[in-house]
């Protein structure tokens, strides 16, 4: 299933990403707003080739590599996290640009979002411990969903 962000927050998300495009350099062209679109709304943490099929209905001529072109774009700017799975397909987060943890089932490959309010906490901590600048962070936790536990009972 997938869900769409209150109106607020999509522009709000939008125009910070438009802005750091723009202070980059990056043209905004219809297909590449079109990927941001989409990676921003679904909270289901598109592939590539999802994405890409979602936007060829609007721009047919679109290629698979003009989304990979902008979602590299966006994660070399710091708005576009990849999660890889065990499928070898990595899935993309648009929604929010600082690092959260994820809950990952390891049957279907569902992916949710969390909040962790003293990761930040965390990563000061290891970075005091061991003298690292951290620049990036990711923890993911892998289980089995409530549909999938329901399937198995």
């Known amino acids: 299933m997938v869900f769409y962000i209150h109106?607020?927050?999509?522009?709000?998300?939008l125009n910070s990403i438009i802005t750091r495009l723009?202070?980059?350099?990056?043209?905004?062209t219809p297909q590449r707003m079109a990927?941001?679109?989409?990676?921003?709304?679904?909270?289901?943490?598109?592939?590539?080739?999802?994405?890409?099929q979602q936007v060829k209905q609007e721009?047919?001529?679109?290629?698979?590599a003009t989304?990979?072109?902008?979602?590299?774009?966006?994660?070399?700017?710091?708005?576009?996290?990849?999660?890889?799975?065990?499928?070898?397909?990595?899935?993309?987060?648009?929604?929010?640009a600082h690092p959260h943890p994820h809950l990952i089932c390891i049957r279907c490959n569902k992916i949710i979002d969390t909040?962790?309010?003293s990761l930040s906490k965390l990563s000061e901590s290891i970075a005091q411990n061991y003298g690292?600048?951290?620049?990036?962070?990711?923890?993911?936790?892998?289980?089995i969903c409530p549909s999938c536990q329901e399937?198995?009972?």
């Open 132 to 143: 690292y600048l951290i620049v990036n962070q990711r923890l993911d936790f892998f289980g």
């Open 151 to 153: 399937i198995e009972s």
């Open 67 to 96: 989304v990979y072109k902008t979602i590299g774009i966006l994660k070399d700017i710091g708005e576009v996290q990849e999660l890889g799975l065990k499928d070898h397909r990595a899935r993309y987060d648009g929604r929010t």
């Open 22 to 28: 723009r202070d980059h350099g990056y043209r905004l």
């Open 35 to 52: 990927v941001i679109k989409i990676l921003i709304t679904r909270e289901d943490h598109p592939s590539a080739e999802k994405i890409y």
């Open 59 to 64: 721009f047919p001529m679109t290629s698979l």
């Open 7 to 13: 109106m607020k927050n999509f522009e709000t998300r």
């Open 115 to 117: 909040e962790i309010s």
